[in-house]
């Protein structure tokens, strides 16, 4: 019913006074289920370590998205540029080793080798991220998946939503990008595949700072999830989101007319049928914005991975918004051992005194107890 209703609504839109109006109640929606901090603290970023490579650069980068929250990341610079160039943000998607991941490296290298500058960093509990790190047994919450579940169980009994805590870190992650003076602010893209991609379709709707977004392996339809059963982390599914008669498409139609490339693949476990129908739904809707042509789409050969095909597409697209050329030769000989990318002296945050997640919520659940009567 809530489905058949909102196809009901978007039938019914004819102008772009109509759109616009959509938009904005789809954007309130949205703002409803990613409560995030009222007030961005200091970043605090610092450069730790660098790596020179063959026409670009890999800076090793830790910043505080939150007091005691450290973020780990690779920012990838091109060499001998003289003016600012194209930026791209890239959340990861659900690896152990996070941004040393293989395919995410490469499609950085290949953005880097085309002449953007790209900032690639570790989600919670994962790569340098690790919450449980200091726990001597930790069979529940070892792989990112169960850590990731049972931070956002917790954070669901003190009000609170792990894809919100996942949302921040990309926002300040941006924020991060768009202080350094080598980016042209305005070009500036979003990819990230998976759970990757899961972010880089929440924080499409949720900043309005990008440009430009390529989201690979995950959107499709909320009811397409559900029918299948599929099994989906605490992040992928917002609070009140359904209920509210928000879809997957939503998230990009809120941003309209802004270019989007929607990236498949044929034997995906995220159902492409879902795919195409958010692909329709969302071209007919730039349409009315006379923008047709700024909604694509396309659906690789392979499994669920951000494979060269989707790499490729995703680069070509990026590149036509930015009048580069996109570098063409293969890079997986350029990948970097997980360990040469480390940001933190020993490959973890907590050692290097970030506070786990746990403890802040453990503390803020105390607050909560000694208020009540």
């Given at each position: 019913?809530?489905?058949?209703?909102?196809?009901?609504?978007?039938?019914?839109?004819?102008?772009?006074?109509?759109?616009?109006?959509?938009?904005?109640?789809?954007?309130?929606?949205?703002?409803?289920?990613?409560?995030?901090?009222?007030?961005?603290?200091?970043?605090?970023?610092?450069?730790?370590?660098?790596?020179?490579?063959?026409?670009?650069?890999?800076?090793?980068?830790?910043?505080?998205?939150?007091?005691?929250?450290?973020v780990t990341g690779n920012l990838y610079i091109p060499k001998g540029i003289r003016e600012p160039v194209p930026g791209v943000l890239a959340p990861c998607g659900h690896s152990g080793i996070g941004k040393a991941e293989n395919f995410y490296q490469q499609f950085c290298i290949r953005l880097v080798k085309s002449g953007f500058a790209?900032?690639?960093?570790?989600?919670?509990?994962q790569g340098e991220r690790d919450q449980y790190f200091r726990l001597p047994a930790k069979e529940s919450v070892g792989?990112?998946?169960?850590?990731?579940?049972?931070?956002?169980?917790?954070?669901?009994?003190?009000g609170d939503f792990f894809g919100s805590w996942r949302v921040w870190d990309g926002i300040r992650g941006l924020d991060y990008l768009l202080s350094r003076p080598e980016i042209d602010k305005k070009h500036i893209g979003l990819t990230g595949n998976s759970g990757g991609r899961t972010l880089t379709t929440w924080l499409?709707?949720?900043?309005?700072?990008?440009?430009?977004?390529?989201?690979?392996?995950?959107?499709?339809?909320?009811?397409?999830?559900?029918?299948?059963?599929?099994?989906?982390?605490?992040?992928?599914?917002?609070?009140?989101?359904?209920?509210?008669?928000v879809e997957h498409a939503d998230f990009f139609?809120?941003?309209?007319?802004?270019?989007?490339?929607?990236?498949?693949?044929?034997?995906?476990?995220?159902?492409?049928?879902?795919?195409?129908?958010?692909?329709?739904?969302?071209?007919?809707?730039?349409?009315?914005?006379g923008a047709e042509a700024n909604a694509?789409?396309?659906?690789?050969?392979?499994?669920?991975?951000?494979?060269?095909?989707?790499?490729k597409q995703m680069l070509k697209f990026f590149c036509k918004q930015t009048g580069l050329n996109p570098y063409n030769k293969e890079v997986s000989s350029l990948v970097e051992k997980t360990e040469n990318l480390w940001a933190t002296r020993k490959g973890q945050v907590i050692d290097a005194g970030a506070r786990p997640v746990y403890e802040v919520l453990g503390q803020t659940a105390k607050k909560i107890a000694e208020k009540r009567k």
């Amino acid at each position: 019913e809530i489905g058949a209703e909102r196809k009901r609504r978007l039938k019914e839109i004819r102008n772009r006074k109509h759109a616009e109006k959509y938009q904005q109640q789809v954007l309130s929606a949205i703002k409803k289920s990613f409560p995030v901090p009222s007030v961005k603290t200091p970043l605090n970023p610092k450069v730790t370590g660098l790596l020179e490579k063959p026409g670009y650069r890999i800076e090793k980068v830790i910043f505080e998205s939150r007091p005691g929250c450290l973020v780990t990341g690779n920012l990838y610079i091109p060499k001998g540029i003289r003016e600012p160039v194209p930026g791209v943000l890239a959340p990861c998607g659900h690896s152990g080793i996070g941004k040393a991941e293989n395919f995410y490296q490469q499609f950085c290298i290949r953005l880097v080798k085309s002449g953007f500058a790209v900032f690639i960093y570790d989600p919670i509990s994962q790569g340098e991220r690790d919450q449980y790190f200091r726990l001597p047994a930790k069979e529940s919450v070892g792989l990112c998946c169960p850590a990731h579940n049972m931070m956002g169980k917790q954070m669901e009994l003190i009000g609170d939503f792990f894809g919100s805590w996942r949302v921040w870190d990309g926002i300040r992650g941006l924020d991060y990008l768009l202080s350094r003076p080598e980016i042209d602010k305005k070009h500036i893209g979003l990819t990230g595949n998976s759970g990757g991609r899961t972010l880089t379709t929440w924080l499409w709707a949720v900043d309005d700072r990008f440009t430009m977004s390529a989201p690979s392996c995950f959107v499709t339809t909320f009811l397409a999830n559900l029918e299948n059963e599929l099994p989906a982390d605490n992040e992928q599914y917002p609070p009140g989101i359904i209920g509210a008669g928000v879809e997957h498409a939503d998230f990009f139609i809120a941003r309209a007319p802004k270019p989007v490339l929607l990236l498949g693949q044929q034997y995906d476990f995220f159902d492409r049928r879902g795919l195409k129908e958010t692909y329709e739904e969302i071209r007919n809707f730039y349409r009315i914005y006379g923008a047709e042509a700024n909604a694509g789409l396309f659906i690789g050969a392979n499994v669920h991975g951000y494979f060269p095909d989707n790499q490729k597409q995703m680069l070509k697209f990026f590149c036509k918004q930015t009048g580069l050329n996109p570098y063409n030769k293969e890079v997986s000989s350029l990948v970097e051992k997980t360990e040469n990318l480390w940001a933190t002296r020993k490959g973890q945050v907590i050692d290097a005194g970030a506070r786990p997640v746990y403890e802040v919520l453990g503390q803020t659940a105390k607050k909560i107890a000694e208020k009540r009567k």
